[in-house]
Every structure is written in C-alpha cells, then in structure tokens.
C-alpha cells in the first residue's frame, strides 16, 4: 500500500461522516448543517482553508438531492402558464405575443411559440428566453 494511501486510510474514519454522499434523511439533514455552518465562515472567500470542503459537501449534497428530490421537467407552456397566474394575468394580457385566440391556441398546445413571441415573454417576465423553448 503507498504512504499516501495509508495516511489516508488512518484519517478516513475522522472524516468519512461528512466526506461521503448522504444516504438518509438523517445523515443529509446533518450533512446541510454542516454546510452552513462552513457557508457562515468561508462566505464567498474561495482562498479560505475551508473552502474545499465546502464545495466537496456541496456535491455530494446535491448528488443526494438529484437522486431522492428529482425537478420535474415542464414544457414552456407551463412556465407561461405558472408565470401568468403568479402575476394574475389572463390570455387577454398579453397582446405581445398576439391576440388572445392566439394565445390560448398557445396555452392549448395548437400552435407554437415564434422566436419573437419568446422573447417577448422574456423581457416582459424578465426570464431567459430557454425556459420557453423547453418541450
């Protein structure tokens, strides 16, 4: 076995608690604390000592998080959709992308965004435009 290897086998079970991908509830629980706590110190300081180990936590936070708490793709139409209700808007509101028989052809699937209708919707949501191109 190499000198690193050993070294690394003597100090793994002092580390191996918050070096590793979370696999329950608990132990996720336990592993944002920590990244908190080490987001409290380190701040945006990517110099400090700890910073490292904070960005290594955060990955294998986040592989938790993809693995038990999975985003849900959704289409354009439905950001537009959720970004009209959010702001209280019916089909009628927005005369920039056309009229509101056209829109709601939109909203209804029979007719797609043009380039220009999207970035319509971007400027006036303040959005990027990709999230409207998403199937």
């Known amino acids: 076995m190499s000198e690193i290897l050993e070294k690394t086998t003597l100090r793994w079970e002092s580390v191996e608690e918050f070096l590793s991908v979370p696999h329950t509830e608990s132990?996720?629980?336990?592993?944002?604390?920590?990244?908190?706590?080490?987001i409290d110190v380190v701040g945006e300081d990517e110099k400090h000592p700890l910073a490292?180990?904070?960005?290594?936590?955060?990955?294998?936070?986040?592989i938790y998080e993809?693995?038990?708490y999975p985003i849900p793709?959704?289409?354009?139409?439905?950001?537009?959709?959720?970004?009209?209700?959010?702001?209280?808007?019916?089909s009628s509101d927005l005369y920039?992308?056309?009229?509101?028989?056209?829109v709601l052809d939109i909203l209804n699937g029979?007719?797609?965004?043009?380039?220009?209708?999207i970035y319509a919707l971007s400027n006036r949501f303040h959005v990027t435009p990709k999230i409207f191109l998403q199937q």
């Open 96 to 102: 920039e992308i056309g009229t509101e028989h056209e």
């Open 52 to 62: 490292g180990l904070m960005e290594t936590l955060g990955a294998l936070i986040e």
């Open 73 to 90: 793709e959704v289409s354009g139409i439905e950001i537009l959709t959720y970004l009209m209700e959010e702001h209280d808007l019916k």
């Open 27 to 38: 132990e996720y629980d336990k592993a944002i604390r920590l990244l908190n706590q080490l």
């Open 66 to 68: 993809n693995k038990h």
């Open 110 to 117: 029979k007719r797609d965004l043009t380039i220009h209708q």
